[in-house]
């Protein structure tokens, strides 16, 4: 029930724009004629998933939750980075490209929950999509001030291989970016995003599990 429930809740925000993730991917829809039963579908849909967080919080049994895959990629600097490496921490991992412009918009958000938050547990986790060799990600990240953690491909198309599992595993494709999750310390996805967040959508979600 609870991976129903993500997966609706992440599947109702495809109305929201973003970036394809992949030069392949088809155009997706987004026209929506009535603005007011497009912002209700999505209230609605974030008042499920929280209420069902509150309810599946109080259990001590998980199994119908989605356990987040666990993956190998390498950062910018050159060093292997495992999601297992940040067990019980609480991880927003963020699918991202240097050229999607909605994602280039909510990086000083990013940058100022790292900064406010992570002595509490936090940590910001970028996953770089098509968007060049390590060095050039690197130069970005320094021009941009991101102080959290940049991933990017170990050889070839490894950060592709990641977006796909994690589409797998929340029941629906990762096609535009930026694509957001929230996972929780003891390794469950438990919110998720599409298209751009302020800092407080983000910190008025990650409140409870930090």
Same mark, same amino acid.
């Given at each position: ?110 940058? #100022? ?6 002595? =509490?547990?936090? +940590?910001?986790?970028?996953? *770089?999509?098509?968007? /060049?060799? $390590? ?11 991101? #102080? ?6 170990? =050889?070839?198309? +490894?950060?592709?291989?990641? *977006?796909?599992?994690? /589409?797998? $595993? ?41």
């Amino acid at each position: 029930m609870k991976k129903l429930l993500l997966m609706i809740f992440i599947g109702s925000l495809l109305v929201i724009f973003g970036c394809n993730a992949k030069a392949d991917f088809k155009d997706q829809k987004s026209e929506v004629s009535d603005q007011k039963a497009k912002d209700a579908s999505l209230a609605n849909a974030s008042k499920v998933a929280d209420e069902s967080n509150r309810v599946s919080s109080t259990k001590e049994d998980r199994s119908d939750e989605i356990k987040a895959p666990d993956f190998k990629l390498a950062t910018i600097g050159g060093e292997e980075f495992h999601l297992s490496d940040y067990e019980g921490k609480v991880v927003l991992l963020n699918f991202w490209g240097t050229w999607c412009p909605p994602c280039r918009k909510e990086i000083p958000d990013l940058v #100022n929950l790292q900064t406010k938050y992570n002595k =509490d547990g936090l +940590e910001v986790v970028g996953i *770089t999509l098509n968007s /060049g060799s $390590a060095e050039e990600i690197q130069k970005f990240a320094e021009q941009k001030q991101m #102080n959290y953690t940049i991933l990017t491909d170990l =050889d070839n198309s +490894e950060t592709q291989a990641v *977006t796909n599992l994690y /589409g797998q $595993a929340i029941g629906q494709p990762i096609s535009s970016i930026p694509t957001t999750l929230v996972i929780d310390r003891e390794g469950y996805i438990v919110k998720g995003y599409l298209g751009a967040r302020s800092e407080q959508v983000f910190y008025n979600d990650l409140k409870e599990y930090l």
